[in-house]
C-alpha cells in the first residue's frame, strides 16, 4: 500500500488541512501519516476568539524519530503552515524525506484576493519556497498573485493571464503547476495545469456554484495527492479532484444554515467508485 505524509494543521471543528487529508487520502486506499503543525480549536475563517497551539518544535523531533525507525514515503503533501520558521522546518523536511517522494505543495494562505487571518504580507515570498522545491503546487488565484507580485484580478481576465501565472510558476521552480479557482465565464470554474516541460496549458472546467466554503482547497488537494500516489496523470487527478469538490459543495448547497465547510463524507462512496472504474 502506498503511503504519504501530510504536514498541516489540525483544525478541531470546521472541516480542512488535516481533518480533511486523513478521510480522504485514507478513503483513496492510501496510508496517510500526519505531522500537526499546530491544534486550532476551529480554522480562522468565520470563526472568531480561536486557539492556537503552536507545535513548530515537534516537527523536527517527530522527523528525527522517524528517521531512526527509518520511515520513508511515496509523497509529502504540505498545506497550511503557521510560520516562516515552520517553512524552513519543512524544507528540512523535503530534505531528509522526499528525495524519492514526490512533494506536493498546497500554498494555503487566503482566497478571493486576501490573506487568511494572521498572515503578515511578507508570508507569500515565504511560502514560495516550498512551491520552487515542489513536484506540483496547487495555489489558487489569490496565493499565486500573493506569491509571484502579481496584481489578483477577481474576474474578466483571460488566458494570458493565467497562462503568465502558471509560466512565472514554473519559473520559480516548481516542476508542475497548477492553478485553482480559474474562471473565463460566469457559469464555470476551472483548473488550469501547466506540466513540466510542457507549453501548453491544460484547462478542467466544472459547474461554477454561486457559494465558497472553506476546506474545499483542502479537498482538492487531498484527493488530487492521493490519486497521483495511485498512479493517475496529473490530467486525471486534477480532474478527478475538480469533480469530486464541486460534489461535496453541491452535496451541501441545499443546507444554507451549514457554512463552515462542505459534507464531503456523503460523497466518498462516490469517490471509491471513480478509483473502482479507473
Ligand atoms: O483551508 C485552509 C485552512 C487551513 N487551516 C486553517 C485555516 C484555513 C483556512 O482558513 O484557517 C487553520
Known amino acids: 500500500m502506498k503511503k504519504i505524509v501530510s504536514i498541516q494543521d489540525i483544525s478541531c471543528f470546521g472541516k480542512c488541512s488535516l481533518t480533511v487529508a486523513l478521510p480522504v487520502v485514507s478513503?483513496?486506499?492510501?496510508?496517510?501519516a500526519i505531522i500537526p503543525t499546530?491544534?486550532?480549536?476551529?480554522?480562522?475563517?468565520?470563526?472568531?476568539?480561536?486557539?492556537?497551539?503552536?507545535?513548530t518544535d515537534d516537527i523536527e523531533k517527530i522527523a528525527d524519530h522517524w528517521e531512526s525507525i527509518p520511515l520513508s514515503f511515496d509523497a509529502v503533501y504540505t498545506g497550511y503552515l503557521g510560520?516562516?520558521?515552520?517553512?524552513?522546518?519543512?524544507?528540512?523536511?523535503?530534505?531528509?524525506?522526499?528525495?524519492?517522494?514526490?512533494?506536493?505543495?498546497?500554498?494555503?494562505?487566503?482566497?478571493?484576493g486576501k490573506l487568511y487571518a494572521g498572515f503578515s504580507d511578507s508570508f507569500p515570498k515565504e511560502m514560495a519556497k516550498l512551491c520552487a522545491v515542489s513536484d506540483v503546487t496547487v495555489p489558487n488565484l489569490t496565493e499565486a498573485c500573493a506569491m509571484l507580485g502579481i496584481e489578483y484580478i477577481e474576474s474578466g481576465y483571460?488566458?494570458?493571464?493565467?497562462?503568465?501565472?502558471?509560466?512565472?510558476?514554473?519559473?520559480?521552480?516548481?516542476?508542475?503547476?497548477?492553478l485553482t479557482g480559474v474562471s473565463f465565464s460566469d457559469d464555470k470554474l476551472g483548473t488550469a495545469l501547466l506540466k513540466e516541460g510542457a507549453n501548453e496549458v491544460f484547462y478542467y472546467?466544472?459547474?461554477?456554484?454561486?457559494r465558497s466554503y472553506h476546506g474545499t482547497g483542502d479537498l482538492f488537494s487531498s484527493c488530487c495527492v492521493g490519486a497521483l500516489t495511485r498512479g493517475m496523470s496529473l490530467?486525471?487527478?486534477?480532474?478527478?479532484?475538480?469533480?469530486?469538490?464541486?460534489?461535496?459543495?453541491?452535496?451541501t448547497y441545499d443546507d444554507p444554515g451549514y457554512t463552515y465547510s462542505v459534507k464531503f463524507e456523503k460523497c466518498i462512496p462516490y469517490l471509491v467508485k471513480q478509483l473502482e472504474k479507473g
Open 83 to 112: 510560520s516562516a520558521k515552520q517553512v524552513d522546518i519543512v524544507l528540512d523536511f523535503f530534505n531528509r524525506f522526499g528525495r524519492d517522494s514526490l512533494i506536493f505543495v498546497d500554498p494555503a494562505m487566503g482566497d478571493k
Open 205 to 210: 472546467f466544472t459547474e461554477k456554484i454561486p
Open 158 to 178: 483571460n488566458k494570458e493571464y493565467i497562462e503568465n501565472i502558471l509560466h512565472k510558476l514554473r519559473d520559480t521552480g516548481a516542476k508542475n503547476a497548477v
Open 27 to 32: 478513503a483513496m486506499g492510501v496510508e496517510c
Open 235 to 251: 490530467e486525471d487527478a486534477i480532474s478527478l479532484a475538480a469533480d469530486f469538490t464541486v460534489k461535496s459543495i453541491k452535496a
Open 38 to 55: 499546530a491544534v486550532l480549536s476551529t480554522h480562522t475563517g468565520g470563526f472568531t476568539g480561536y486557539t492556537f497551539r503552536d507545535l
